[in-house]
T-cell receptor, first 116, second 115 residues
Framework: AQKVTQAQTEISVVEKEDVTLDCVYETRDTTYYLFWYKQPPSGELVFLIRRNSFDEQNEISGRYSWNFQKSTSSFNFTITASQVVDSAVYFCALSEASGGSYIPTFGRGTSLIVHP | ETGVTQTPRHLVMGMTNKKSLKCEQHLGHNAMYWYKQSAKKPLELMFVYSLEERVENNSVPSRFSPECPNSSHLFLHLHTLQPEDSALYLC??????????????FGPGTRLTVL
């Protein structure tokens, strides 16, 4: 069975601080996909990134970066120089490739509050 | 219209009413999903349709009834709801199969209040 743990329920930072959101996953599959989504106060979840299990390269997109480590089953998300607009709930998700399942498992989310 | 749209955005209904939520995706995807998001609770998958067939029903009460007439449209029919059904209902779509599982694209949600 697949499982995603986001141990940080809420994080509060001051603008321009760097912040890392943790995601730890469990799966027995060798082929799987990991995702991060952002849910601003408006409510709509916005896709940020997908990473497959065979690609451990870290990725950087502007102020966002992701660190995928299979050895620790983690897929952490770092925001550099945070801004007030980064305030949102961030979800990590896992989708296994076997069994024909189209159903991702989401973590409980981490609420990030960035103060001006 | 682009992406995933949902109507209505807000809905208030009594426990004896019947209403429907509508979702439409303009992305050419072959899978659609209904999620329920309640305050302080995890995102809860309700229904999945892939290639217009329902492939999962996550033990949702029968007062929720999904309908997927084609790959672009998804409905959630509501009847005799309870106050605890008040939540944000999110629709999503994705492209699945072919050995790859792509990201989901979400609609803005319907904020439902049951009185």
């Amino acid at each position: 069975a697949q499982k995603v743990t986001q141990a940080q329920t809420e994080i509060s930072v001051v603008e321009k601080e760097d912040v890392t959101l943790d995601c730890v996953y469990e799966t027995r599959d060798t082929t799987y996909y990991l995702f991060w989504y952002k849910q601003p106060p408006s409510g709509e979840l916005v896709f940020l990134i997908r990473r497959n299990s065979f690609d451990e390269q870290n990725e950087i997109s502007g102020r966002y970066s992701w660190n995928f480590q299979k050895s620790t089953s983690s897929f952490n998300f770092t925001i550099t120089a945070s801004q007030v607009v980064d305030s949102a709930v961030y979800f990590c998700a896992l989708s296994e490739a076997s069994g024909g399942s189209y159903i991702p498992t989401f973590g409980r989310g981490t609420s990030l509050i960035v103060h001006p | 219209e682009t992406g995933v749209t949902q109507t209505p955005r807000h809905l208030v209904m009594g426990m004896t009413n019947k209403k429907s939520l509508k979702c439409e995706q303009h992305l050419g995807h072959n899978a659609m999903y209904w999620y329920k998001q309640s305050a302080k609770k995890p995102l809860e998958l309700m229904f999945v349709y892939s290639l217009e067939e329902r492939v999962e029903n996550n033990s949702v009460p029968s007062r929720f009834s999904p309908e997927c007439p084609n790959s672009s449209h998804l409905f959630l029919h509501l009847h005799t709801l309870q106050p605890e059904d008040s939540a944000l209902y999110l629709c999503a779509s994705s492209q699945v199969g072919g050995g790859a599982y792509n990201e989901q694209f979400f609609g803005p949600g319907t904020r439902l209040t049951v009185l």
